[in-house]
């Protein structure tokens, strides 16, 4: 993978993360009824139902789950702008980035074991930062895969070195 | 074409050489390539393949997610008769197991009335429980099971039929009973329920004018309200359905007996709650119930609320309950007619 496709990806989770705080910072108006829910109302799907559940809230809080979701999203923000900027091409920095991705995809899934298997109900604004957090793993997993050698390799092919000699 | 030029001479044979090493290191090099083309192929798919097994991964465990979902809704409670073992269950709890489980960490969001609140009275004269719920609410499910277990320690339910919350909303099929076509009968109290829709949300009973005055009064907005002789209001619900989320009604009423179980606390802390605000209304009646613990200490941290001396009948019968044959007020009315008033 080139410097620029690296580059892509990093681009690539940034706009993730920036929907991702949207969506978060949406979400948690709505908690606080600053603005109206915009969601579906009946079925499967259905916002309002499991916004007003007791798993909306951080357990032994009333604070909106969202907030936290909110503070991953800058932070992963954070991280990808660095990525694309001052710290462009490390590794560590994709490892960081993939188990900060990995820890919020850990409580996505106990998210949606709650919506399917307690509450029965999809929240579709929820679902949608849920496939934000989860694309954001997956392109951090595909960074972390790319061997470090490689991209040296990458640098080598970008300048070719002179091998003949002149007679 | 081969070459015939004789070779003569140091220079044409060093040539010879260079030319040789020139071809083995253009060799090596592209075979380096090769190999390094190669490899990246084969390391630019294993990240893909890595991504594959992820999201197989996550499909998985959604399946599984769904199966489990599948398999709550067909462990759900029954709906029907009163089931006699059941009622005795919950009728019947152990006051140690009620004063160990205490609030059961169940948080008071009773309400006190107003200073001057006339006390509320049922058709019978007694301070007058006054719920009003509907069947197909999950949280109404879940506070039914509090009201029975509290109510029981007042009177005798001699009916209580059985139900499940509606299934397509949230905490679907909550085990519970329904109070339509209950029966109760106590000495202290006048329980006065009002199950407005079944849980397909059909309407089943209209408050009548003074429930609806009730209702406006202390702006019953949503299912379950309580008032407890208008000396406590509960406005929702005291704990949450998901306590009660896959277990049928025998399997919550066998939990009742152990304090330490999750269903147990919040149903019993709740009904402790009730409890207190009831012995509030009927002063401390009986004292069996009333001086146990931990209803004392709970009547100290309820709300204040102003006692007045007076008792107004405000809540008549309901029409619907008057037609209920099955409804033990109304045959409690007609052999109390003699009795002393409360």
Redesign the interface.
């Known amino acids: 993978?080139n410097k620029k496709r690296f580059l892509s990806w990093q681009a690539a989770l940034l706009v993730l993360s920036l929907m991702g705080v949207g969506i978060a910072i949406y979400l948690t108006s709505v908690h606080y009824e600053a603005v109206p829910l915009v969601c579906s109302a009946r079925?499967l799907i259905?916002c309002a139902?499991?916004l007003?559940?007791?798993y909306s809230v951080i357990p032994g809080t009333t604070l909106p789950i969202s907030l936290p979701g909110l503070v991953w999203c800058v932070v992963s923000a954070g991280a990808a702008l660095t990525g694309l900027t001052v710290l462009a091409g490390r590794r560590w920095l994709y490892i960081a980035q993939c188990a900060w991705s990995l820890s919020a995809m850990l409580v996505v899934?106990y998210l949606?074991?709650v919506e399917?298997?307690?509450?029965?109900?999809i929240c579709a604004w929820c679902s949608a930062l849920h496939a934000i957090i989860?694309a954001q793993?997956?392109i951090t997993?595909?960074l972390v895969?790319?061997?470090a050698g490689?991209q040296e390799?990458d640098v080598e092919r970008e300048q070719p070195a002179v091998?003949?000699?002149k007679? | 074409m081969a070459k015939t030029k004789q070779q003569n001479g140091p220079t044409t044979k060093s040539?010879e050489q260079?030319r040789n090493l020139?071809q083995k290191?253009?060799q090596s090099?592209s075979s380096r390539t090769r190999s390094?083309n190669i490899?990246?192929r084969t390391?630019?798919q294993?990240?893909w393949l890595?991504?594959g097994g992820?999201?197989l991964g996550?499909a998985l465990?959604?399946g599984v997610?769904?199966f489990?979902?599948n398999q709550?809704?067909s462990n759900s409670g029954t709906q029907g008769q009163t089931d006699v073992a059941v009622l005795n269950m919950v009728s019947t709890v152990k006051p140690s197991v009620l004063a160990q489980v205490g609030t059961g960490g169940i948080q008071n969001i009773l309400q006190g009335t107003p200073a001057g609140t006339r006390l509320l009275t049922g058709p019978n004269g007694r301070p007058q429980f006054f719920y009003y719920g509907a069947e197909f609410c999950p949280y109404c499910a879940a506070q039914r099971w509090a009201v029975v277990v509290a109510l029981s320690r007042f009177g005798t339910f001699t009916q209580l039929p059985e139900t499940t919350s509606a299934s397509?909303?949230?905490?679907?099929n909550t085990a519970t009973f329904t109070f339509y076509h209950s029966a109760y009968s106590s000495s202290y109290l006048d329980f006065v329920p009002v199950e407005a829709q079944d849980r397909n949300r059909h309407t089943l009973q209209i408050p009548t004018a003074d429930q609806q005055q009730i209702i406006n009064q202390y702006n019953f907005t949503g299912f379950p309200s309580i008032d407890i002789a208008n000396r406590y209001l509960i406005l929702g619900p005291l704990f949450?359905p998901?306590v009660l989320?896959g277990l049928s009604q025998k399997d919550i009423a066998s939990q009742l007996s152990d304090p330490t179980s999750r269903v147990a606390q919040n149903i019993l802390g709740s009904a402790n709650y009730m409890t207190a605000a009831m012995c509030v209304a009927t002063h401390n009646q009986p004292a069996s119930v009333c001086t146990a613990a931990p209803i004392p200490s709970i009547e100290q941290s309820l709300p204040h609320t102003a006692l007045s001396s007076g008792g107004v009948q405000v809540a008549a019968i309901p029409e619907s309950l008057v037609i209920d044959t099955r409804w033990q007020v109304r045959n409690e009315m007609a052999s109390m007619r003699n009795e002393q008033a409360w």
């Open positions: 993978m079925g259905d139902r499991v007003a559940s007791p899934l949606v074991y399917i298997v307690r509450l029965h109900t989860l793993f997956l997993l595909l895969q790319q061997p490689e390799a091998t003949a000699r007679q | 040539r260079q020139e290191s253009k090099t390094r490899r990246r390391s630019r294993r990240p890595l991504i992820v999201l996550l465990i959604v997610f769904l489990l979902a709550q809704s397509d909303d949230i905490f679907p949450s998901d989320t």
